[in-house]
């Protein structure tokens, strides 16, 4: 069974930090992938950075890096030079032979000014 | 509009009805999955469909029936609503299996 856990519920961070949010998984598929989702307070779904189990290198998107440590079956988020509007729900997902696709619980991030 | 929709956005119904929440996508994805969120559970999968006419459940199936006749569309419908089936639903969709699911703008049903 696959299974994604958050352990952070809710992160404060100072605005132009670095933050890591927390993502581990358990799966016994040799070929997955991994997701990261923001959710502003208007709710809608932000996809914001993805991984497959087979990438060499991690991931990156503009201020977003997946820091993949395989091994440690963790997919860590990191948001570099942190601002007001990274403020927001974050979730971590993954996909993995099923087609279907399965979230963490999420954690809530608040950037201080 | 180009997108994924969901309809109605927000809804009322009464306990024991039937009520149907609906999810149309103009991509022609082959994938379309619903999750309901609810505070400290994150999203959670209800049902997922890889294809039309192929429809799996997920994490939280009971209490809901899909249905997926057309690649576009891909209905919920709770055939007797309980207050405990009070959440946000959102409905995704992706092309493949290793990309991202693109999410509609959610539907808040409440069961009085």
């Known amino acids: 069974a696959q299974k994604i856990t958050q352990t952070q519920p809710g992160m404060f961070v100072q605005e132009k930090e670095a933050v890591t949010l927390d993502c581990t998984y358990d799966?016994?598929?040799?070929?997955?992938?991994l997701f990261w989702y923001k959710q502003p307070s208007s709710g809608e779904m932000i996809f914001l950075i993805y991984q497959g189990s087979y990438d060499q290198q991690n991931a990156t998107e503009g201020r977003y890096s997946l820091n993949f440590q395989k091994a440690r079956k963790s997919a860590n988020l990191v948001i570099s030079a942190s601002q007001l509007g990274d403020s927001a729900m974050y979730f971590c997902?993954?996909?993995?032979?099923?087609?279907?696709?399965?979230f963490g619980k999420g954690t809530r991030l608040h950037i201080l000014p | 509009d180009a997108g994924i929709t969901q309809s109605p956005r927000y809804k009322i119904t009464e306990t024991g009805r039937q009520v149907t929440l609906m999810c149309h996508q103009t991509?022609?994805?082959?994938?379309m999955f619903w999750y309901r969120q609810d505070l400290g559970h994150g999203l959670r999968l209800i049902y997922y469909?890889?294809?039309?006419?192929?429809?799996d459940k997920g994490e939280v199936p009971d209490g809901y029936v899909v249905s997926r006749s057309k690649t576009e569309n891909f209905p919920l419908t709770l055939e007797s609503a309980t207050r405990s089936q009070t959440s946000v639903y959102f409905c995704a969709s992706s092309v493949l299996m290793n990309t991202e699911a693109f999410f509609g703008q959610g539907t808040r049903l409440t069961v009085v």
């Open positions: 991509w022609s994805h082959s994938y």
């Open positions: 799966t016994s598929d040799p070929s997955y992938g």
């Open positions: 997902a993954m996909r993995g032979s099923s087609d279907k696709i399965i």
């Open positions: 469909s890889a294809a039309a006419d192929i429809t």
